[in-house]
Structures are given as structure tokens and as C-alpha cells.
């Protein structure tokens, strides 16, 4: 079941926050975030596990509420180079399974 | 460190013929394979994946295939290409279960005319 990414898109000002949401329709066992700049392979952000923590990377976290079967990425002081698309990648197995399942991906443009 | 190569960048092919794309991992062991197709804009659909030599888990059932001669390297193949088979293709590998994070390789950009 692929997860749903909300909004499809998204554009700010450089300095401004953004919040991507992924939503399951399964319990979710953990939650990937990967960006990926255009003609480039995905990077990966950060993982969160059940157990509803919270994660962050200098300016970028996340959120994992594993009874709403919700995660959300936060981008603070949004930066130039924090354009790109953004994907969740979901595992609802209970940790047995090998694969992920991602999301369509938000587009997110940051302008000077 | 850990590296993921993926040739070729590039390849044009024409409507019938052949593919094989390669992947190989370097400083590490026994890793999970994957192998995704991302079309245009679109997002990463998972087509194989390996959790070790010769064991190959098809997701989408196509005309194409994958194998894993041996331990760090996975191929992508096909006996005739379509149109369809046209995208962005992406080789990645983790370490273990869902809770690893996947390692993506730089992707060969497939055109088909």
C-alpha cells in the first residue's frame, strides 16, 4: 500500500518552514526520508522507528506517530540547497521485510 | 566506506533489443539489492530485490529481469525492450532489514526509440 505525501509540491522563500506529511492506511513499523535533486539518485535523510520519535538533522526533523500511521519531515529556515523532491519510503511488516514502499514525493522549491 | 557503482549513465536503445545494466557494491558484505524504475516526475517503483546469491524477489511483473551472479553485484535484464521500459533506473542496497537505511547508486537514464 503506497503511502500518501501531502502537499504534492510546495514553494517558499529562502528563511522560510515547511512540513511534508506521509500517511498510511497500514501500521507502520518505520518511516525512511529521502531527497533528490533533479537528474540525481535519492539521499538519505533519516529513519524513525516505532515508537513515535522524533529525529532531526541540523535544520531538517522528523516526526513519527505510529498511531495516526503519520510521519512529518519539518524544514526550518528553509535553505537554497534544501530544493528537491522528498520522498517517504514506509514498512508496515513489523521489521521482518527487506523492502520499502515510497511515497509519489513532494516537490519543494526554494527561491532567493 | 561503502560505495554503489551503476553503469551506464546513459544508453539510447532501440524498440526490441537487448538490455543489461550492472551494479556493483564495494566494502561490504552480504547486502540487500534493489534495483527501482522512477519514470518522469513520477516517484521510485521497486522492480527486484536480493537478499543474497541467486535469490531474486520480482515485485512487477514485466518483461524484464534481474540476477545476482555473485555477492556485490546485480544486474538488470531484458530480452526486449519496450517503449514502456523507458526511466530512470537506480540500483540501491542496505544492510539488513526495513529499520537499514538504502544507499542509492547515480542511476542509468534508459531511452527507448
Known amino acids: 500500500q503506497q503511502p500518501v505525501q501531502s502537499p504534492q509540491a510546495v514553494i517558499l522563500r529562502e528563511g522560510e518552514d515547511a512540513v511534508i506529511n506521509c500517511s498510511s492506511s497500514?501500521?507502520?513499523?518505520?518511516v525512511h526520508w529521502y531527497r533528490q535533486k533533479h537528474g540525481e539518485a535519492p539521499v538519505f535523510l533519516m529513519i524513525l522507528l516505532k515508537g513515535g520519535e522524533q529525529k532531526g538533522h541540523e535544520k531538517i526533523s522528523a516526526s513519527f506517530n505510529e498511531k495516526k500511521q503519520q510521519s512529518s519531515l519539518y524544514l526550518t529556515a528553509s535553505q537554497l540547497s534544501y530544493s528537491g523532491t522528498y520522498f517517504c519510503g514506509t514498512d508496515g511488516s513489523g521489521g521482518s521485510n527487506y523492502k520499502l514502499t515510497f511515497g509519489k514525493g513532494t516537490l519543494l522549491t526554494v527561491n532567493p | 566506506s561503502q560505495t554503489i557503482h551503476q553503469w551506464p549513465a546513459t544508453l539510447v536503445q532501440p524498440v526490441g533489443s537487448p538490455l543489461s545494466l550492472e551494479c556493483t557494491v564495494e566494502?561490504?558484505?552480504?547486502?540487500?539489492l534493489y534495483w527501482y524504475r522512477q519514470a518522469a516526475g513520477r516517484g521510485l517503483q521497486l522492480l527486484f530485490y536480493s537478499v543474497g546469491i541467486g535469490q531474486i524477489s520480482s515485485e512487477v511483473p514485466q518483461n524484464l529481469s534481474a540476477s545476482r551472479p555473485q555477492d556485490r553485484q546485480f544486474i538488470l535484464s531484458s530480452k526486449k525492450l519496450l517503449l514502456s521500459d523507458s526511466g530512470f533506473y537506480l540500483c540501491?542496497?542496505?544492510?539488513?532489514?526495513?529499520?537499514?537505511?538504502?544507499?542509492f547508486g547515480d542511476g542509468t537514464r534508459l531511452s527507448i526509440l
Open positions: 540501491a542496497w542496505n544492510g539488513g532489514y526495513s529499520n537499514q537505511p538504502q544507499h
Open positions: 497500514k501500521a507502520l513499523y518505520s
Open positions: 566494502g561490504t558484505s552480504n547486502p540487500n
